[in-house]
């Protein structure tokens, strides 16, 4: 059974920072890739960065340049490090995984930014 549990969510300013966790048991990061997406209130879900299994990397234009996805094959964990935070970049954040061709999703952890 594929399980992600995110974590590191928390309240900070704009222009801070906070680093975000996906433990993974059942499947293994380096060899399956992963995303990271967030939903705010009243929005659909949506992509922020993913990690293919060979390590390249994509990001939504809204976090380019602030956001790096990174991720630690001896821990089986998968990071979302969050510079010069906005507002808007506040958000049930999510990591998810395809596994046998289905979407598996951790519990979502919250971050929000304040002015």
């Known amino acids: 059974q594929v399980q992600l549990v995110e974590s590191g969510g928390g309240l900070v300013q704009a222009g801070g920072s906070l680093r975000l966790s996906c433990a993974a048991s059942?499947?293994?990061?380096?060899?399956?890739?992963m995303g990271w997406y967030r939903q705010a209130p009243g929005k659909l879900r949506e992509l922020v960065a993913g990690l293919t299994f060979g390590g390249k990397t994509n990001y939504a234009d809204s976090v380019k340049g602030r956001f790096t996805v990174s991720r630690d094959n001896a821990k089986n964990t998968v990071y979302l490090q969050m510079n010069s935070l906005k507002p808007e970049d506040t958000a049930v954040y999510y990591c998810?995984?395809?596994?046998?061709?289905?979407?598996?999703w951790g519990q979502g952890t919250l971050v929000t930014v304040s002015t």
């Open positions: 998810g995984v395809v596994h046998r061709y289905l979407e598996v």
């Open positions: 059942g499947i293994m990061f380096s060899v399956n890739g």
